[in-house]
């Protein structure tokens, strides 16, 4: 029967459509299911359910949601619906708690519980699983079906280094099938069986380790029970404290929940109300910290007397470093000092490590790996647009109709973002990728143009002319907001198409279908890395992608867009903090005058009115006895600088050299003193990830030993050198960042909270996903062109050296490996190897784990070979994780001709079977 005030209520959800909830009245948003509605106003726990979870779609396998709906009338003929997928309705009656609810949803758990072991006490996720807090909830206090037997059989899979499962206590509610496939975008997990007999399987039906499992560990947090685990029992939950901060490892920037008890990490999450990664990260973020502890750590400051480093105290190490600096800046100048900084550091050390050469020390040589590797962006979308950052939100990739990805493998060296790509391609939007390796981007690709490594220019050059000859250029955005068009159109109509064929290797059909692809799109969305920068031409390939954007309307809008990939996780902060030669904080040229008395005035001294050295020229001075002195925070250049041997010779010919890390390296050998930093867990700060955004690091743990955190090593090493700088905390170094750094000017600790800010941010705090809406920065977007030409690296070496070697980063490994390699990664990935076509393998007489000595003008390493077609016969390709084969003897000193970025991804090689 239906009471009066069910029909007043009823009648008052109509007037003001809105549905019911146990006879509550309340609005309702278009097209939201009815368990996110009760949710929105009952709470997350109000309906129980099993099988849904936040980062997946709704399913609806468990029925524990089920709810009743129907409508008023002359009687109410109410039916049951699973709330997750049912879409809820205008005056739509649903009742959470009736009795026919009640009882269906024990009965599902009881039936459950029938094949799954009743050990509660003695589970590893014992006050955490959500089979046990749904028992609870529905009121199961027996189970009353005969118990079956799958669950006495099911043998425990500990195969892998990080993913368990325990099958036996599997629910079968298909969740971690689902985060799996929808996303990671791997398909490794699937079902098997019947009644009792279903289950599910890894691969083909085999076991974690020889399945194609990525460890990125979503199955695991999305299980409900312990069914699928990790080693870290990342769901235990007793008596722990958890941490949010930002991850250490690429420069997606995914927030990470860690848990920590009695000072130890135990475990880490993705929590799944972070913007950036949504419930998801990466086997690094997630299981890859062990080494914050390693017994490798650097625990104590050390200066080396007799050719070996001894153990000294932070004072006598800061007046070792205070004497040598002050020596060698009064008898040499202060250009004979440099610094290079550190992109796993935080803005705030990078702001103090800059600020500490050239305030204090009175020079602006001062450097580091994001301009290292990152120039050619910064410099080409400065002189494009007026600004060298994403131009848009990897959210954008949800709005987007086509997608570019050139010079960049985002599935292994940006994984939560190459996940979200992937899944778009998988979804139907066009992806075009540019890349001489068949990387796993491209078997999902619409069209995959597998050009020759050193070409990028010619490529993108075919394109442009065929976006021109096709007559699909955006004629009103490029005469209302660009500059240089008709020049530069006249520059593309002149090339050689029949040349640039040839010497990119791709086929200009393919080409030509590209670039309608592209063009024809309402929103296209491009994202490069450093494929693209770390070339002879690198700057110039970039400005011919932000000309892709402008000829064809595809900046400042939702879903297109410039969108470079950082390689580290703080390489946009670090450059934002002027971690450049001629950029100081807030990229602000170091040579325009009223820049000068900006910092003047801001510092209180007199700053350094010219350019600094590059790290290039930094070796160069170094050999010429113009640099004495080194302060190197974090890079071990030995492994990862191109052309090692001189280096080395460059590093010994210093006065000195100061290695602040928090591990030995190959460069560790050649310093005077070693300083012990701190690991992101240790300290705190923000990093600024690829998309602009600005995330808090919190500390999670203490410094391990007397390592201390690096800007506190910067400020106290500025105190004893005469600069009086304020105790370093990140609150207080923000707040004299935003001072000085215009896009950082409402950037505060506390208003950060747990998904940050996009900058630039105003002075009222307000972020910015979209640049170049209405304007560029500069104020029209600028077209230049230039033609193809050829690295002298080809040009000098090619005739004895006729191989091209290029690089590339696994998964697993993370740039030298320093981290990683002291992890259980090392267990997946022990070793590099070299990626040969199988024509040249016959060749040379080479089989797959055969030892190949790889040579080129300066050197030779071995390298384990790799028998693929992912790369093109006469071309070679291999990782540099490991010191074993230091890859960096066999690279060469050509830079890019704007950027002075060095051009790893071309060098001229011989090969033969070691």
């Not at 994001?370 to 954008?396: K, W, Y």
């Not at 950037?747 to 972020?767: R, S």
Request: charged share 20%; aromatic share 8%.
């Amino acid at each position: 029967m239906v009471s009066e005030a069910f029909t007043t209520a009823t009648s008052t959800a109509v007037a003001t459509k809105a549905a019911l909830i146990n006879n509550q009245p309340f609005a309702i948003v278009p097209g939201e299911t009815i368990l996110s509605f009760v949710r929105r106003y009952k709470g997350k726990d109000y309906v129980p359910t099993l099988c849904d979870a936040p980062n997946l779609e709704a399913f609806g396998s468990c029925r524990v949601c089920s709810v009743e709906v129907g409508r008023a009338g002359n009687g109410v003929a109410l039916r049951t619906v699973a709330s997750c997928h049912t879409p809820v309705e205008e005056g739509m009656l649903i009742f959470t708690e009736s009795e026919n609810i009640q009882r269906l949803r024990r009965n599902i758990i009881e039936l459950v519980l029938t094949d799954h072991p009743l050990d509660c006490l003695t589970c590893e996720v014992n006050g955490n699983c959500e089979l046990q807090k749904v028992a609870a909830r529905v009121g199961i206090r027996k189970v009353r079906y005969p118990a079956g037997e799958t669950h006495t059989h099911r043998q425990k899979d500990l195969s892998h280094p990080y993913m368990t499962a325990d099958l036996s206590k599997c629910i079968m509610c298909y969740r971690c099938v689902r985060a799996c496939d929808e996303v990671q975008g791997q398909f490794v997990l699937s079902v098997s069986g019947r009644g009792f007999d279903n289950k599910i399987i890894m691969g083909m039906d085999g076991s974690f380790l020889n399945s194609d499992c990525v460890s990125c560990g979503a199955c695991s947090q999305a299980c409900p029970t312990s069914a699928i685990h990790d080693v870290f029992q990342s769901k235990a939950v007793v008596g722990q404290d958890k941490v949010r901060t930002t991850c250490t490892y690429c420069g997606v920037g995914c927030q990470l929940d860690v848990s920590v008890k009695d000072g130890k990490i135990l475990s880490i999450q993705a929590p799944y109300d972070a913007e950036v990664n949504a419930g998801h990260t990466c086997l690094k973020g997630r299981y890859a910290f062990r080494f914050y502890n390693h017994p490798d750590r650097l625990r104590y400051p050390q200066i080396r007397r007799n050719g070996k480093l001894e153990r000294v105290s932070w004072d006598e190490v800061y007046d070792y470093i205070a004497g040598k600096l002050i020596s060698i800046k009064n008898q040499y100048g202060p250009d004979a000092i440099a610094g290079i900084s550190c992109a796993r550091t935080t803005n705030e050390e990078n702001y103090l490590m800059q600020k500490m050469i050239r305030a204090v020390i009175g020079t602006n040589n001062i450097d580091g790996c994001a301009r290292v590797c990152h120039s050619p962006t910064a410099l080409g979308m400065q002189r494009t647009f007026g600004t060298g950052a994403a131009t848009n939100s990897i959210e954008d990739i949800k709005f987007t109709d086509c997608m570019l990805v050139i010079g960049a493998n985002p599935t292994a060296a940006h994984p939560v973002t190459g996940a979200k790509i992937k899944q778009k391609a998988m979804k139907g939007t066009p992806l075009i990728v540019i890349d001489p390796r068949r990387t796993e981007m491209a078997k999902y690709a619409t069209l995959h143009l597998q050009l020759r490594p050193g070409t990028n220019v010619a490529v993108l050059d075919m394109m442009l002319y065929y976006i021109i000859s096709e007559g699909l250029v955006n004629e009103q955005f490029v005469d209302t907001r660009t500059e240089g068009f008709e020049d530069f159109k006249k520059g593309i109509l002149s090339l050689d198409i029949d040349e640039l064929e040839k010497v990119s290797g791709v086929p200009r059909e393919q080409v030509r279908t590209a670039a309608i692809i592209y063009a024809s799109a309402h929103a296209a969305m491009s994202f490069h890395g450093l494929g693209v920068t770390e070339h002879y031409q690198g700057t110039y390939s970039v400005m011919l992608i932000a000309g892709l954007a402008m000829i064809t309307g595809n900046i400042g809008k939702r879903g297109c867009g410039v969108n470079p990939l950082r390689g580290q996780n703080n390489v946009q902060g670090m450059a934002d903090m002027g971690v450049q030669p001629y950029q100081g904080a807030g990229y602000l040229a170091v040579e325009d005058p009223q820049n000068i008395q900006r910092f003047e005035d801001f510092y209180g001294v007199n700053m350094p009115k010219k350019t600094g050295y590059t790290i290039p020229e930094m070796y160069d001075a170094a050999l010429e006895g113009k640099l004495r002195a080194l302060w190197l925070t974090g890079e071990d250049v030995v492994q990862s600088d191109p052309n090692s041997t001189k280096v080395i010779a460059a590093l010994k010919a210093l006065d000195l050299l100061i290695v602040q890390e928090i591990f030995e390296t190959e460069t560790t050998p050649y310093a005077h003193v070693v300083l012990p930093g701190a690991s992101f867990l240790e300290k705190e700060g923000t990093f600024t990830n690829g998309e602009r955004r600005i995330q808090r690091v919190q500390k999670v743990v203490d410094p391990i030993g007397q390592s201390k955190p690096d800007g506190q090593i910067y400020v106290e090493m500025m105190n004893r050198l005469g600069y009086a700088q304020k105790p370093y905390a990140a609150k207080s170094m923000l707040e004299e960042i935003s001072q000085i750094v215009p896009f950082f000017a409402g950037v505060k600790w506390d208003n950060l909270e747990k998904n940050g800010k996009q900058w630039p941010v105003a002075p009222d705090g307000t972020g910015t996903q979209i640049l170049h809406g209405e304007t560029f920065k500069r104020g029209k977007g600028k077209f230049v062109f230039r033609e193809f030409i050829e690295t002298n690296e080809i040009l000098d070496h090619q005739q004895d050296f006729p191989y091209i070697l290029t690089t590339n980063r696994v998964l697993e490994h993370y740039n030298a490996g320093t981290m990683t390699r002291r992890t259980a990664n090392a267990k997946i990935v022990h070793e590099d190897v070299l990626l040969i076509h199988p024509i040249d393998a016959a060749t040379h007489a080479v089989k797959t784990g055969d030892l190949v000595r790889v040579e080129s003008a300066r050197g030779h390493v071995d390298v384990k070979a790799k028998v693929t077609d992912e790369v093109k016969p006469g071309i070679l390709s291999t990782t540099f994780h490991f010191p074993e084969v230091l890859l960096n003897l066999v690279t060469g000193d050509v830079h890019d001709d704007i950027a002075n970025c060095p051009e790893y991804k071309v060098v001229s090689v011989r090969i033969a079977k070691a």
